[in-house]
């Protein structure tokens, strides 16, 4: 058995090895017909992770349903970014234990980012005795021998290493369609931003080689593929620890040529932008031109005591170069209101940040407390009152300015990477423009992963509504 530990998962030894993976056939089929269910939390990151999860548990011979309640195993991937993921997950353990209670041969698992957190560990091993196994970020590809070792003792079993990960080349992945594609580029994340537990629960930054990422790349362009996005906690930060003089720029440049259609990456640091990438991303015309810069917050003096390593004015410099350099850019942002420190007047510097960038989306969050941060031990005296006053007035002018954005684009006929028939919209289909707004649109016998040209005829504060131009 082995428990995650805080203090050994903020070193950064950089002594990671590149594995190749190879399945021990032992375990091939050896579950054949068995059905599996796995319920994902969290960010791209994950749902890759899942992607890889999923194959090698269907190399084992599980079979993916997608009721829980009919399911041999069960498997939740799980988030810690925020307060509001650990509980949507323990309320699914909680809906587990009375499912396990009427049938003991089923096998409960938890893995991904809450496996890594010691509280988390020890609120299974007292209150949720039920759960079979559980494993962390760094061992994924340890999967097939901790199920199978699960169900053989069917007792607890954890597994989570603090210690990051080797890059293993290699692992299976059923992705989860034909056209768009998750690849990792860098794992972990050096920044320790004092409001996340990111940096300890998926390790140190570890770049994989160019080589392995142009070869799956060029994989992908041969199966079809029109859109990859390149992943990483930070991906700016690639080729750091790797290469002297090879960098994220370097490597969208090397992508944009694999010819595949659109490139997109996330998650941008601020800190690591460099000219270099501006320039390539306005070189390149199928590095597409939408941008996800977090905020966090206008507040330079808020942002010091994130720990975010820049200022307000150097992010309104790098954000004003973007604009000004790559053509139609559309830019989103991250931002946090209610951190602990944060008065009426560093919460109006972020709306006048707000009011100059005029963003095409931005995700807002009230501060959420995570265990073992440097901010968790700051004073905390604003009230959840005025936290959600300000989250509201923040929202009402955000909101405002990506109607306004969309409303441009009524008349003009943009490209749309088409993901299907819209779920909500009856004889629509819906997918995505090059700066990654949605768009539901009416045609005609039009292919999941097909790419069109759309008119926009209506705008609305979230979607765009169009007709197939032909």
Not at 161 to 187: C, H, Q, T, W
Not at 278 to 301: T, V
Not at 335 to 356: A, C, M, N, R, S
Not at 395 to 407: G, T
Request: hydrophobic share 35%; with cysteine.
């Amino acid at each position: 058995m082995n428990l995650p530990n805080y203090k050994e998962a903020r070193k950064r030894e950089k002594n990671y090895k590149r594995i190749s993976y190879i399945l021990d056939k032992k375990y091939i089929g050896k579950y054949s017909e068995k059905k599996y269910f796995l319920k994902t939390y969290g960010c791209q990151m994950n749902e890759h992770d899942s992607e890889n999860i999923k194959a090698l548990l269907e190399k084992m011979g599980f079979i993916e349903i997608e009721e829980y309640e009919h399911a041999d195993l069960i498997l939740l991937n799980t988030c810690s970014i925020r307060e509001n993921a650990h509980n949507k997950a323990f309320g699914m353990l909680g809906r587990l234990k009375h499912l396990k209670e009427k049938r003991k041969d089923l096998i409960v698992g938890l893995c991904g980012c809450m496996a890594q957190e010691e509280g988390v560990i020890d609120q299974i091993m007292k209150k949720y005795k039920f759960v079979n196994f559980v494993f962390g970020t760094h061992n994924i590809n340890h999967l097939p021998e901790i199920v199978d070792k699960a169900i053989i003792k069917n007792k607890q079993e954890i597994e989570v290493f603090s210690k990051e990960g080797d890059l293993i080349e290699n692992m299976p992945v059923r992705r989860a369609n034909s056209y768009k594609a998750y690849v990792n580029i860098i794992y972990g994340c050096d920044k320790f931003c004092t409001y996340c537990i990111v940096p300890f629960t998926r390790g140190g930054e570890r770049s994989r080689r160019k080589e392995d990422i142009l070869k799956e790349i060029d994989s992908l362009v041969k199966d079809g593929y029109q859109e990859v996005t390149l992943l990483g906690q930070n991906v700016n930060a690639y080729g750091k620890d790797l290469y002297d003089d090879y960098g994220l720029g370097d490597l969208l440049e090397d992508v944009s040529k694999t010819n595949i259609p659109r490139i997109r990456f996330t998650t941008s640091h601020p800190w690591d932008f460099t000219d270099k990438m501006i320039d390539i991303i306005a070189k390149y015309d199928n590095i597409m031109p939408s941008i996800h810069l977090p905020l966090q917050s206008g507040s330079s003096k808020i942002l010091k005591l994130m720990g975010r390593r820049y200022t307000k004015e150097s992010y309104l410099e790098l954000f004003n170069k973007m604009k000004e350099k790559i053509p139609n850019v559309a830019i989103s942002t991250d931002i946090i209101v209610g951190f602990p420190g944060e008065t009426e007047e560093d919460f109006l510097e972020t709306l006048e940040v707000v009011e100059h960038c005029k963003y095409d989306n931005a995700f807002t969050f009230i501060y959420s407390k995570r265990e073992n941060t440097a901010a968790a031990k700051l004073k905390d005296e604003i009230s959840q009152s005025e936290k959600e006053n300000r989250l509201q007035r923040l929202n009402n002018i955000v909101n405002k300015y990506f109607l306004e954005k969309n409303k441009k684009l009524v008349g003009c006929t943009v490209e749309v990477l088409t993901e299907g028939k819209s779920p909500k919209k009856e004889n629509l289909y819906y997918g995505y423009t090059k700066t990654n707004k949605l768009v539901n649109f009416d045609g005609q016998n039009i292919k999941e992963g097909e790419l069109v040209s759309v008119k926009i005829t209506d705008a609305k504060t979230w979607s765009l509504d169009g007709k197939v131009f032909k």
